[in-house]
């Protein structure tokens, strides 16, 4: 609930700000006290009579008649600003400092805590500029929610359309705290695994687990209770997640296996290797004249294991690291690991993948939603992502 939370809506000039009025009544009802500052233009769109009569009046939507000092007293009134939708024109005013309107005004003032949604066209969202703004805008602090890919009010399709209502509001709940995955089991894989081929060397690969170790405190943070299976790795972990350490394909295959029963949650991110040595020599192989060749058998695939066995009501996520066509390659494995959605990671995004603190990811669901995310820190990813379990659960418990 947000009783007592106070919420200043700032509302832009998109074909989507009708649904701005939807989320008011939403945000309303789930008891906070919210007031509207809108961009000139909302007007050509909604009319502010909808958001005056139903906040009583508090809109603040022209900066020379109303009062100059309400860009001060709003964000210093307000719990958090909360932009939606937020166009590319008012979020790039943002990233650069720019106060030529009400919301604008009150943006630069507010000492409070900020979110956006943003809301565009696909070719807008996707241009260089638009994202090199978003992630100012991240840097600066700043939550950027993540929009929908599919068919926009211009006939096109791609990223750029605004987040749901409802999910904007489960955004905004647990911004405040609330523990919307409180008495949830939450089973997760991380890190690499390490394929021995004698006793002194094996096989592994890049990955360090941060964006597994990411989503298991981020999870805890959230009420659930954790378990991770994880890889070797640097990191560590708060002593509220039950760590499950494992070295190879195998091991994370049994464990997983020992664990899931009674899991609501299962996410897979351990980049597990698909080859093991046929034999592990019990001495170290000594070096001779010539190549040598090591022959290799493939481990077994635990995400489909656990796809092939999956409950109904359980939600199954799985990563997918693709170099080449990215989408059709995760939307394979979406359907043959009988997954809720994938996590697709791209190699050719700068900043993201193995080792950085920060990844570029894109959503894809079984009924064909997308949801595409800029540059962001893998703590931040992690929100994202469990914001969409939260909603499939929800969606879940209500059929
Ligand atoms: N995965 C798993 N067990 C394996 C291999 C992968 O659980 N033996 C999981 C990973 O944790 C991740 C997803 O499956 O969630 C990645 O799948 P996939 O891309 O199929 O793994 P790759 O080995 O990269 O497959 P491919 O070579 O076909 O790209």
């Known amino acids: ?45 909604v009319g502010e009579l909808s958001f005056s009569a139903l906040t009583k009046g508090n809109v603040f939507s022209d900066l020379w008649n109303e009062g100059w000092s309400e860009h001060v007293g709003l964000g210093t009134w307000a719990d958090l600003l909360l932009v939606v939708p937020a166009t590319a024109n008012t979020l790039a005013k943002f990233a650069h400092g720019l106060c030529d309107n009400a919301l604008t005004a009150v943006y630069l003032a507010a000492p409070c805590p900020v979110m956006v949604a943003p809301a565009m066209d696909a070719d807008m969202y996707v241009h260089p500029r638009t994202q090199a703004n978003l992630e100012i805008l991240q840097k600066d602090g700043v939550h950027v929610l993540p929009v929908g890919d599919g068919f926009l009010a211009s006939g096109l399709q791609g990223p750029g359309r605004l987040m749901e209502a409802e999910d904007i509001l489960t955004a905004v709940q647990t911004f405040f705290g609330e523990k919307p995955l409180a008495g949830t089991g939450l089973l997760l894989t991380a890190g690499p695994t390490r394929e021995a081929i004698d006793p002194v060397r094996y096989i592994t690969n890049h990955s360090t687990g941060k964006m597994g170790y990411a989503l298991a405190e981020e999870a805890a943070r959230l009420g659930a209770e954790v378990t991770i299976v994880s890889g070797p790795t640097q990191l560590e972990l708060p002593k509220n997640i039950y760590r499950i350490d494992v070295q190879s394909a195998q091991e994370m295959y049994e464990a997983v296996h020992q664990n899931l029963q009674d899991k609501d949650v299962v996410i897979m991110t351990a980049a ?19 190549d040598l ?101 929800k969606q879940k418990n209500n059929t």
Do not use: C
């Open 272 to 290: 597990v290797a698909d080859y093991t040595p046929l034999e592990v020599s019990h001495q170290k192989i000594k070096k001779a004249e010539g």
């Open 293 to 393: 060749n090591i022959p290799l058998k493939r481990t077994r695939d635990i995400l489909k294991s656990v796809g092939a066995i999956k409950k109904s009501e359980q939600i199954l996520v799985g990563f997918a690291l693709e170099t080449h066509n990215e989408l059709d390659n995760a939307k394979k494995k979406l359907q043959s690991k009988n997954l809720d959605f994938v996590v697709l990671n791209s190699m050719k995004d700068a900043g993201a993948g193995f080792g950085h603190d920060t990844n570029k990811l894109t959503l894809l669901f079984r009924d064909e939603e997308q949801m595409s995310f800029p540059l962001k820190s893998k703590k931040e990813l992690a929100k994202d992502i469990l914001q969409q379990v939260i909603r499939l659960r």
């Open 1 to 45: 609930m947000l009783k007592g939370k106070k919420i200043v809506l700032g509302v832009t000039a998109s074909i989507a700000a009708y649904k701005a009025v939807f989320l008011l009544r939403l945000l309303q009802k789930a008891g906070a006290e919210v007031k509207v500052v809108t961009t000139p233009s909302v007007e050509k769109f």
